[in-house]
């Protein structure tokens, strides 16, 4: 994570980066972008199946310079593979941790 962080940093090609997931998937990264983050990229989050969740995260945002990492621990979570799919509509690049 250390590695991807430090790549994301310097080459600079990702100007915002949206987490989709839900409970603790959504909980733990939001935490650590409040505590950790220093603003080199914005960091927004959608958890909910609400639609309206993932456009307000996506408003203003650029598909070539947006990163979507899908958080959850089974991967078949109705509001997160929602939120993915309507996210790889829209475009932008996916990270799976």
């Known amino acids: 994570m250390r590695t991807l962080a430090t790549q994301l940093r310097v080459e ?17 990264p939001r935490l650590l972008a409040d505590a950790l983050g220093d603003g080199a990229l914005e960091a927004r989050f959608a ?3 609400d639609p309206r969740d993932l456009e307000r995260a996506l408003e203003g945002a650029d598909p070539n310079t947006t990163l979507f990492v899908v958080a959850s621990k089974t991967f078949n979570t109705k509001e997160t593979m929602s939120n993915a799919a309507a996210a790889k509509k829209w475009g932008g690049r996916f990270s799976t941790p």
């Open 12 to 28: 600079k090609k990702f100007r915002r980066i949206v987490n989709l997931g839900t409970g603790g998937s959504d909980l733990g």
């Open 47 to 49: 958890a909910n199946v």
